[in-house]
């Protein structure tokens, strides 16, 4: 059984840093498509990086220059690391595995950019 567990979340200042984690059980990570989304408050979910299983990645253009996802193998674990944050990156985060036909999700994780 695929799961998915973010962790990392929290509150935090402009300009401030946060890691979020996703321990992936159930799949080995390196061989598939991982992501990570958010969704804000009245918004539609959308993709913020993805990495590959050749460790290529992309990036949402709002994030460019200021988040950067990696992967851990011992662990399973998938990285965000948020660097720079603004008020625009508050959203729940949720870490996506892609198994077509189907689609994991983990639980979410808050992230809050406030002063």
């Known amino acids: 059984q695929v799961q998915l567990v973010e962790s990392g979340g929290g509150l935090v200042q402009p300009g401030g840093s946060l890691r979020l984690s996703c321990a992936a059980s159930?799949?080995?990570?390196?061989?598939?498509?991982m992501g990570w989304y958010r969704q804000a408050p009245g918004k539609q979910r959308e993709l913020v990086a993805l990495?590959?299983?050749?460790?290529?990645?992309t990036y949402v253009d709002s994030v460019k220059g200021r988040f950067a996802i990696s992967g851990d193998n011992a662990k399973n674990t998938v990285y965000l690391q948020m660097n720079s944050l603004k008020p625009e990156d508050t959203a729940v985060y949720y870490c996506?595995?892609?198994?077509?036909?189907?689609?994991?999700w983990g639980q979410g994780t808050q992230v809050t950019v406030s002063s």
């Open positions: 159930g799949i080995n990570f390196r061989m598939h498509i």
């Open positions: 996506n595995v892609q198994l077509p036909p189907d689609v994991y």
């Open positions: 990495i590959t299983s050749a460790g290529d990645t």
